[in-house]
């Protein structure tokens, strides 16, 4: 990891500045929601980010792209590769990697596009909710030029309150791309999956 007074530069140059409600209390495990996100320089705003709190913060992608020399700068990235299987899918091949390991750290962009969207994906809430481990909501507000890091927020299994509280953090917060910035309307909770525990 590049150090962090590297990535204080970048972030101050570009007008941003990091707001860490975790500072030395970091859990060891965690999944990391992260919007709104509207464009492909936010992943760069993330790895200046993860400099300066620190945190050795991984992403996850299909096997098949993990194969050659870009394998191997996407594992310097610190992105793992997960094999989905038939009898397997995507959040519970995740959410075996939390048991499997001591430590792991898992950002997630939850509109699942760059696109302006009216809902985020479920994916990042279920493997939270079967890893037994905290979400840190992380928002990118360019309006007020802040990358933010809430404290844990665990969920308690019931959607709507969680997604409730979710949506809330990250109403009308401006991304890099004002017009593709997430807006909540409570309706929007009737469309989430029920939870069989």
């Excluded at 020399?69 to 992105?79: A, D």
């Amino acid at each position: 990891m590049l150090p962090a007074w590297f990535g204080r530069l970048m972030l101050r140059l570009n007008g941003m500045r990091i707001v860490d409600h975790n500072v030395g209390k970091w859990p060891e495990k965690y999944v990391l929601p992260v919007a709104p996100h509207t464009s492909n320089r936010d992943f760069f705003y993330g790895v200046y980010s993860r400099m300066v709190i620190r945190e050795y913060v991984n992403f996850v992608g299909k096997s098949s792209l993990f194969r050659g020399p870009l394998g191997l700068v996407l594992r310097w990235m610190g992105g793992v590769p997960v094999e989905r299987e038939k009898r397997t899918n995507f959040v519970d091949s995740v959410v075996a990697l939390f048991r499997q390991r001591d430590e792991f750290r898992l950002c997630i962009a939850v509109e699942g596009t760059r696109k302006k969207v009216d809902h985020f994906k479920t994916g990042f809430y279920f493997i939270a909710l079967k890893a037994g481990v905290p979400l840190l909501p992380c928002k990118f507000d360019f309006a007020n030029g802040i990358i933010e890091f809430a404290p844990p927020y665990y969920p308690t299994g019931d959607i709507r309150v969680d997604f409730d509280f979710l949506y809330r953090y990250f109403d009308g917060v401006q991304g890099l791309v004002p017009e593709n910035s997430f807006t909540y309307d409570p309706a929007v909770l009737d469309l989430l999956p029920e939870v069989r525990q």
